[in-house]
């Protein structure tokens, strides 16, 4: 049994970590899935997604501002849109994530969330949530 489900989302800044949760509580929900895998993929290139703490929220700003340091978009980039520093975060960051599918919950540690990683905002982004039963 596989099912699938595209979602919708906002993002306000150009840099920011929505968290993802309770979306893929829907999809895992809708899908009916009790054990399997869930695989949450982001079809943009200057987007991700990450898992990451959820308990502490300076984390995300710490998250950003070293994303900032590392990859500053620098005036002699040539990439015309401008936007150069989103397309290298978003890749360090990666288009998906694989979780773990047990007794009928995602499987996370203690503080772990998955984030939707925003790098080119604001824009109106979506994402995909794949579940697999096995």
């Not at 829907?26 to 899908?31: F, G, K, Q, R, T």
């Not at 990450?50 to 994303?67: F, M, Q, S, W």
């Not at 936007?83 to 360090?92: P, V």
């Amino acid at each position: 049994m596989t099912y699938v489900r595209k979602f919708s989302l906002s993002t306000q800044d150009k840099q920011e970590f929505k968290r993802l949760d309770s979306y893929l509580n829907v999809a895992l929900e809708e899908s009916g899935v009790s054990e399997g895998m869930m695989f949450v993929y982001c079809p943009h290139t200057t987007a991700g997604i990450t898992i990451n703490e959820n308990a502490d929220p300076d984390v995300k700003i710490d998250l950003g501002r070293a994303l900032d340091e590392t990859f500053p978009n620098h005036a002699y980039f040539v990439h015309m849109e401008g936007n150069s520093d989103g397309h290298m975060k978003a890749s360090l960051m990666g288009a998906s994530e694989s979780l773990i599918i047990h007794d009928g919950k995602v499987v996370f540690g203690t503080w772990q969330s998955v984030y939707f990683t925003e790098f080119d905002g604001p824009r109106q982004r979506t994402f995909y949530v794949k579940v697999m039963a096995g």
